[in-house]
């Protein structure tokens, strides 16, 4: 059954539905999360974005298969790359780094065991601005 499943996972296409991005595709800064993280960086987006800040939002959607052309393709247009986690190790940075060979060194975490909110969010990367 294990060698079913990962015959399926083999095959499958996640060029179009294994990431998705928001807001500007040419901005000077991405950020990159996944999962529980994406409402608040969206909103974040929204209001820097709103400040005249360039900025945009590379959702990933499929961690295996990962979506390594793609986001290989997006991260390397930007002049700045930012990802945002709800951990203390910086995994999608990890996941990322070793399908793309994209280093990431600039990571929000957060590891209260609470999500980000937006406003707090928001801060907190025009600070790393």
């Known amino acids: 059954m294990i060698e079913k499943r990962l015959r399926k996972t083999d095959s499958f296409d996640v060029s179009e539905c294994g990431w998705k991005l928001h807001g500007d595709s040419e901005a000077d800064l991405m950020i990159v999360g996944w999962g529980s993280t994406t409402s608040a960086i969206r909103g974040a ?68 065991g609470r999500q980000w909110l937006v406003d707090e969010l928001a801060d907190q990367i025009r600070r790393r601005l």
């Open 45 to 112: 987006v929204d209001l820097l974005t709103a400040s005249g800040t360039s900025v945009g939002f590379l959702q990933v959607i499929f961690l295996s298969p990962f979506p390594s052309e793609q986001v290989t393709r997006i991260l390397a247009k930007a002049n700045r790359v930012m990802v945002v986690e709800n951990n203390a190790t910086a995994q999608l940075a990890e996941v990322i780094r070793g399908n793309t060979g994209i280093e990431i060194e600039d990571a929000l975490l957060k590891y209260s």
